[in-house]
Nanobody
Framework: QVMLVESGGGLVQAGGSLRLSCAASGGRFTNWVMAWFRQAPGKEREFVGAISWSGGSTYYLDSVKGRFTISRDNAKKTVYLQMNSLKAEDTAVYYC??????????????????WGQGTQVTVSS
């Protein structure tokens, strides 16, 4: 049974930083493209970015490029989302997701096989 567990969310002031982690258990971590999504109140779940199985390639939503960085440690079966220069509009529940078939540019939630429970990020202005 595959489980993804996010951690690291919290309350931060605008301009601050947070690092989210997503730890996987079960399954073969190196088979998956790993992605981060977010969902703000009253809005649809939105793709933030993704990383290839090797960690060699990443892809980001335009609005987070240059501020967010996704990395992974395959030995620890963990993917990270480093968020810098946070803005109020980054406030959302952040989810990690895993897919066997997605590419790093795949934004459709239906293409992802496993999801974490989410972690709240709140940015105060």
């Amino acid at each position: 049974q595959v489980m993804l567990v996010e951690s690291g969310g919290g309350l931060v002031q605008a301009g601050g930083s947070l690092r989210l982690s997503c730890a996987a258990s079960g399954g073969r971590f190196t088979n998956w493209v790993m992605a981060w999504f977010r969902q703000a109140p009253g809005k649809e779940r939105e793709f933030v970015g993704a990383i290839s199985w090797s960690g060699g390639s990443t892809y980001y939503l335009d609005s987070v490029k240059g501020r967010f960085t996704i990395s992974r440690d395959n030995a620890k079966k963990t993917v990270y989302l480093q968020m810098n220069s946070l803005k109020a509009e980054d406030t959302a529940v952040y989810y990690c997701a895993a897919s066997f078939i997605a590419t790093i540019e795949t934004r459709e939630t239906d293409e992802y096989d496993y999801w974490g429970q989410g972690t709240q990020v709140t940015v105060s202005s």
